[in-house]
């Protein structure tokens, strides 16, 4: 090969396997991570170094559209443009239809399979449908993770079910809308992240898992899709001791060149998932783990922490015969392949936007998110239903900074407010509640007089860890409950922790659930508590409405 | 004239007066305050119909952008497009420049007038500047109010001083800048909110000022105004019961007739504040309201409560004989006029965004910005400085939800969990921390065991009463101190808060105070106690960071 005789274009053919971070915001003082998302100076350089691939977090999608098109002119050759839009475009960016998570389809699965896989198909239809719109072309979903541990702290809700049938089926039902949009789709995380109990983004998951249980079990969704031709497979920051007792998956030769190229036959991308996660930035230096990736047979790297000395260790390993060039070749031909199937996939799409409608989301993709909404809540509420007592609306949530379903706005705070609750909020900031009583776990006097109304939002969300999953909430509801200080129950999310808490509710208190905490959900839900009136906002209450001044 | 005979132009050219709400954010699920935010299709609608004005809020600039001129081609006629971008256009739009409030220039006065006359005229520039580059036109500034009321719990911070001469001088030179950018400014509010106690978003606020005490201290900052031609003055929603102890200024005859348009010979535009501000809307009906404003001699309305009522009661009030059509006439001049000055005041002003480089914020103003930061900035270390005690990152902050300048990564919270302090957030919707004890306010046990490094941000802002006001954190802090539990105190906004506390302050408490609660003031006055690293962010700490999964 050429690449080998010249350095300059060695080291751009290099930067072509980089995937690399920016904010979907346009402006560099909008960025909600300075610290990870790389500024418009840095982006532009890495882009015409060759750079192939950015993912995207935050903004709008009138932001995103532009940024993806201001990045595209900064690079020379055709980008990846990618993010993590597993549960819709408005997951991550303003403006965009936010989906419940696929959790939710997978339980309207137990009861009607042909209804949830149709629903699959459409969610990828409206997923890859925005995607594309927005300017990007590579949807980082969906999760084929069978989620088989009711702890896992970070899969959760954001897998598509709990048993390898329901997965596959209904990952291929979503690959099959994501692909007629003519996006590309990523199934993730190879060799499957169901049966973790910690979160790889703070540490090192360890399983015991051998290859025949992958084989009857967490192969079976990615088997399913490699058949249905997913264009890309990311590897999971994880360790299967059994397997490869070193490395984790994403390093891992065994698994990457030998699992999933060898024994599943997958010729596709495969990407890291981000390099930058501490189970692997603990142990490797930047360079060095971006080498061990593409030795274990990854093509493209996700987030590598220091993309120059990825971009520099990596020719070096060429160069010096660490690894062959023709390694290099095999992952730019698959990286070219899976970019000239945008066009291939359907011909007909128009790749501009078509909408004509004022805004952005269509009226078609609103009516299925509250469709979905409908199918997957539980309302359960007594006979002669009355929230005879106000009170203190008390919510429990995970990150009060980014909690993009929660403002003073929002249902879940509004609706109670207009009906004179107090809202009280609990999150990962906040001052202490509990104590060390196993039957009185919470410290009522902090939480004022009561009745409660609570409200539990809690998912598994990467980087959060798992202490959330830890608190007591079942014996707090008890402890509630004893002292008839509750009111009214819903829990947006986690399905485990809702059916573990309706063991204990007493038969009384009305409670909900719904798998999805977005505007939709909470309105839904507090439309059988509350009544609605938005039109005639209370200014009474304490309010945080800026407003003209 | 024709109006009377032709229902339809009527109806058009009332509405030409009215200034209606809409988020600077594009899309319909984007409004962050829904429930005052008209839709897309309303807006549509609206000014279809003829209405004059728009004031936005939310979104960003690139954002805002877009939006002005969607707004601008719904519209058949040259719109006002209006914001309160008081301390720069960041302070409501992302990815502008955010200033410190205005109190920060009026401190810099005390020293060194003409360097803060200068500074000032800078500061309207910059707003200015960036206001046209995004397609606004009307800035809803200077405040003109002398802030002689510490416990003012809506001007504060946001006044531009505390004496009449101080005031004139700066929001002159401020206006200066802004006309210098060919923008159109407001003075507000109309005769003076300065003495005020009380939040005029939630209550009337009543003074007993008489005439020859608004002629010797309130008025002087708007004659000072008028005589330099400013474009607009807005009218203040207070009671002056020596004036009109029937009417608040809005409506009142004698203060925008004869005090305003006669006394002062103000001939220019005249706004109302807010007509669905509580002090208003709790006693007038949104059509009266909006009749009595007109009569009482305001030419534009924001923001009636509800924009068809008004245009309708207007319309009867003329058809009617009620108000002569003059009365009509007199106000579409002013506003025709003023809009005509958008062209003259500098016809070499190139109206299209010229910025060449890849941010919005040029590097000029993003230095003033810091410059602001560094001139007004109180530090206030100890000899042998050191933050011996890790603990406690104690945080009190207004509106959690609407606080744009704290996240997890803004330097307040970054930098101490960086150095091992563990953050505890207080804020208006959080777990109580007070008790009924004069020497002993705070509940510590609460707080966890501290040491504590405390940071106050509290200033005045609109729509959050004065009960942040009333809390009592100078016992607060004479009780951590009495424990020794106060290893670090710094106050972002309120002056007069800092100076009480300064007073019981012990000497060997390093401690600091910025009159600007943004990102560069927390940056400025923390890279004193701790070591900026950004950089490394430490991964250890639970924090938000949405990433890849």
């Known amino acids: 090969m050429s690449f080998l005789g010249n350095e300059e274009i060695l080291r751009k053919k290099v930067a072509e396997l980089l995937v690399i971070r920016a904010s979907g915001h346009i402006e560099d003082v909008q960025r909600n991570y300075p610290e990870w998302e790389l500024s418009n100076s840095e982006l532009q350089k890495f882009l015409s170094d060759g750079v192939g691939g950015v993912i995207l977090f935050g903004g709008s999608v009138i932001e995103l559209k532009k940024r993806c098109s201001m990045l595209q002119e900064w690079a020379s050759n055709p980008l990846l443009l990618a993010a993590d839009v597993e549960e819709g475009v408005g997951q991550r960016f303003q403006g965009g239809t936010w989906l419940v998570p696929p959790m939710a389809i997978a339980r309207i699965y137990f009861k009607d399979p042909q209804r949830a896989i149709s629903l699959a198909e459409r969610y990828g239809r409206c997923v890859g449908n925005e995607a594309r719109r927005c300017g990007l072309n590579w949807v980082l979903a969906p999760i084929c993770d069978v989620n088989n541990?009711?702890?896992?702290?970070?899969?959760?809700?954001?897998?598509?079910?709990?048993?390898?049938?329901?997965?596959?089926?209904?990952?291929?039902?979503?690959?099959?809308?994501?692909?007629?949009?003519?996006?590309?789709?990523?199934?993730?995380h190879f060799p499957g992240h169901g049966d973790t109990g910690v979160d790889s983004h703070l540490q090192l998951p360890v399983l015991e898992t051998?290859?025949?249980?992958?084989?009857?079990?967490?192969?079976?969704?990615?088997?399913?899709?490699?058949?249905?031709?997913?264009?890309?497979?990311?590897?999971?920051?994880?360790?299967?001791?059994?397997?490869?007792?070193?490395y984790p998956a994403t390093l891992s030769k065994n698994i990457i060149k030998e699992l999933l190229?060898?024994?599943?036959?997958?010729?596709?991308?495969?990407?890291?998932?981000?390099?930058?996660?501490k189970a692997i930035s603990n142990q490797y230096g930047s360079g060095e783990a971006a080498v061990m990736a593409i030795e274990a047979g990854a093509d493209l790297l996700l987030m590598p922490e220091n993309p120059y000395e990825a971009i520099e260790s990596i020719c070096q390993a060429f160069q010096s015969g660490r690894m062959p060039i023709e390694r290099l070749e095999a992952s730019l031909n698959r990286r070219?392949?899976?970019?000239?199937?945008?066009?291939?996939?359907?011909?007909?799409?128009?790749?501009?936007?078509?909408?004509?409608?004022?805004?952005?989301?269509?009226?078609?993709?609103?009516?299925?998110?509250?469709?979905?909404?409908?199918?997957?809540?539980?309302?359960?509420?007594?006979?002669?239903?009355?929230?005879?007592?106000?009170?203190?609306?008390?919510?429990?949530?995970?990150?009060?900074?980014?909690?993009?379903?929660?403002?003073?706005?929002?249902?879940?705070?509004?609706?109670?407010?207009?009906?004179?609750?107090k809202t009280v909020i609990l999150h990962n900031l906040g001052v202490n509640i509990w104590q060390e009583n196993a039957t009185e776990p919470l410290?009522?006097?902090?939480?004022?007089?009561?009745?409660?109304?609570?409200?539990?939002?809690?998912?598994?969300?990467?980087?959060?860890?798992?202490?959330?999953?830890?608190?007591?909430?079942?014996?707090a509801v008890e402890q509630?409950?004893?002292?008839?200080?509750?009111?009214?129950?819903?829990?947006?999310?986690?399905?485990?922790?809702?059916?573990?808490?309706?063991?204990?509710?007493d038969s009384s208190i009305p409670a909900a659930y719904s798998p999805g905490q977005i505007i939709e959900a909470q309105e839904k839900i507090l439309s059988h508590f509350f009544i609605s009136d938005f039109n005639q906002p209370n200014l009474d209450q304490e309010k945080s409405i800026t407003f003209t001044d």
């Open 443 to 475: 410290i009522l006097s902090n939480l004022g007089k009561g009745p409660f109304f609570l409200q539990i939002f809690l998912r598994g969300n990467p980087f959060q860890g798992n202490h959330f999953f830890q608190e007591p909430w079942i014996a």
């Open 210 to 246: 051998d290859i025949s249980e992958l084989e009857d079990y967490a192969f079976i969704p990615f088997k399913a899709l490699i058949n249905n031709g997913v264009a890309s497979i990311m590897t999971a920051h994880i360790l299967l001791n059994k397997i490869d007792s070193n």
């Open 336 to 421: 070219r392949d899976a970019l000239s199937r945008l066009k291939k996939i359907n011909p007909n799409i128009n790749y501009k936007d078509n909408n004509s409608t004022i805004n952005f989301i269509q009226d078609e993709q609103m009516k299925f998110a509250n469709e979905l909404v409908d199918l997957s809540s539980e309302i359960r509420l007594t006979e002669d239903f009355k929230l005879k007592d106000i009170g203190i609306n008390l919510i429990r949530v995970d990150n009060i900074f980014s909690s993009k379903f929660l403002s003073s706005s929002s249902p879940a705070i509004a609706l109670p407010e207009n009906a004179g609750f």
């Open 480 to 505: 509630l409950q004893r002292y008839k200080l509750l009111n009214g129950l819903v829990v947006y999310g986690c399905p485990y922790l809702w059916s573990q808490l309706n063991q204990v509710l």
């Open 149 to 188: 541990n009711p702890k896992n702290p970070v899969i959760n809700v954001r897998s598509w079910g709990e048993t390898p049938k329901s997965v596959s089926e209904l990952v291929c039902a979503f690959n099959k809308g994501l692909d007629s949009e003519g996006v590309l789709s990523c199934a993730k």
């Open 261 to 277: 190229r060898e024994r599943l036959n997958f010729q596709s991308l495969v990407v890291t998932d981000a390099l930058l996660m």
